[in-house]
């Protein structure tokens, strides 16, 4: 037996939600949402990659050579302007997607709610975790940035000054106390926090959403203005020693304060257990408990799903 059949089999016995013993439709669906993210492109999944380096060159450009946007005077000279931005933009554009997603999930797929008897809470869970690979791709490259930086800032005769090479020079420009190359290796566990502790607010975002937006059409007319209030009252662009005491515990009710915070402070080499510890405890426990009461929402409005669509 194996692997996927004796997870199925054993979670079968649990009783407790009977989606999860799919595990081999699961692993289908997750894989059909990757393959449909570049289907008909010639670089495939290399856009994983791809993307979020475009995105750090732009960054580059627009931020610190045309803006010349000032660092936050916690992070000058750690982080630099542009992975300082970058992390913010890549975490906001995964709650973003799973919110534009999350709206249709259910209504854009009927076929699995009248033609078949489909475990429907696995729709939301193929779309969470398809949407963290982008994400991992995207903190890896953030994690070899800020290694760059950091041979380029120790004089690594192996490593030129970043300084001399266009358009990866602006990832440097600011960051002449960057972290040592050891730093950055020990930061990587945190980031796998950031991931682990997003999915139970994307699956939480997924069921909620999806089942109110079989009832309420016009949650996908909200969807640009909610993804806009989330960007601009989130750390994303800023980070929190920049704000008003009050204004900064309004921020902290954001979903997307403390994962941004922990990615920046972990790559910049700072003490993220002493400065986050209780907040990331906090952080989690609020997903989860906002992931248990979606996910029984769900279930109560699922029955009528059918009747509607």
Do not use: C
């Amino acid at each position: 037996m194996n692997l996927a059949r004796w997870w199925s089999s054993l979670w079968a016995r649990s009783g407790t939600w009977p989606e999860l013993a799919y595990a081999e439709l699961f692993r289908a669906l997750v894989a059909r949402r990757l393959s449909l993210r570049h289907r008909g492109t010639m670089l495939g999944s290399l856009w994983l990659v791809f993307q979020p380096v475009a995105l750090a060159v732009v960054f580059a450009l627009v931020f610190d050579r045309l803006l010349r946007l000032p660092v936050t005077q916690a992070q000058e000279g750690t982080l630099g302007v542009v992975l300082f931005i970058y992390l913010g933009v890549l975490i906001h554009q995964y709650l973003a997607e799973q919110i534009a997603l999350a709206t249709t999930s259910i209504v854009s797929e009927p076929q699995y709610v009248k033609k078949v008897a489909f475990p429907l809470p696995l729709i939301g869970w193929s779309h969470a975790l398809a949407g963290l690979v982008p994400l991992a791709a995207g903190l890896v490259v953030a994690a070899l940035l800020a290694i760059l930086v950091s041979l380029s800032a120790a004089g690594s005769s192996a490593m030129p000054p970043l300084s001399d090479i266009p358009l990866v020079s602006p990832v440097a420009s600011q960051a002449a106390n960057s972290p040592s190359v050891w730093q950055v290796a020990t930061s990587l566990p945190w980031l796998v926090l950031v991931l682990v502790s997003l999915l139970p607010w994307a699956l939480a975002l997924q069921w909620m959403l999806g089942a109110l937006g079989v009832y309420v059409r016009d949650l996908t007319q909200i969807v640009p203005a909610l993804n806009l209030v989330l960007m601009w009252f989130s750390p994303v662009f800023y980070t929190l020693d920049r704000v008003s005491d009050a204004w900064r515990s309004l921020l902290l009710l954001s979903p997307l304060t403390v994962p941004i915070e922990v990615a920046r402070a972990a790559l910049a080499g700072g003490a993220v257990l002493e400065a986050w510890g209780r907040a990331i405890l906090a952080y989690g426990l609020a997903g989860l408990t906002l992931m248990l009461l979606a996910r029984w929402l769900f279930g109560r409005l699922a029955h009528g799903f059918a009747d509607v669509l």
